[in-house]
C-alpha cells in the first residue's frame, strides 16, 4: 500500500522543490515517475531540473528518451514506462487510487498561494483518508518541512 505525502509549498516554488525531493529519492536508490497535467509546465520542469543548481546532475529523461533507462521521468500520460518505486504529483496531477499500489510512495505537491490548489489538495486529502491511505501533509516553515498531520489507518 502506498503512502501518499501531501507537500503545501508556500516559500518555494515547485522548479526548487522539486530538484531536492528527487534528489533525495535517488540517494535511496528509489526511481521516480513525475506526472503532470500540462507538457509545456513538464517541459519547463525538465529544463530547471538540468540547471537548478550548478554542482549537481539529475539523471532524467521525457518522452523524447528511452524510460526505463530513465531513474526519473517526466510524462503527462498515464504511462508507469521506468518502474518507479515513487510517484510525484505535481500541477494538480491526478492518479486513480486504486493503480497506486503499484508505488511505495506517492508525492503531491502543490501551490499553497494558488486558491485552486490549495482547494484540489484539500479534496485529495480528504479523499485519500477516506480510501484509508497512509498519508502525511507536510508544509514549509521558516525554510523547512513541518509535519501538519498523519492518516494512519487501522
Known sequence: MAEVLFYHLTQTPLE???PELLEKSLQRGWRVLVKGRDASRLEFLD???WTYRADSFLPHGTARDSAKDQPIYLTVGDDEPNEADILMLVDG???PFENMATFDRVCVLFDGN???A???A???WKSTTAAKLPAKYWAQD???WVQKAENTPD
Open 47 to 49: 529544463n530547471a531540473l
Open 118 to 120: 490549495l482547494a484540489a
Open 114 to 116: 494558488d486558491a485552486d
Open 16 to 18: 526548487r522543490t522539486l
Open 122 to 124: 484539500r479534496e485529495g
Open 142 to 144: 521558516d525554510g523547512r
Open 93 to 95: 496531477a491526478e492518479y
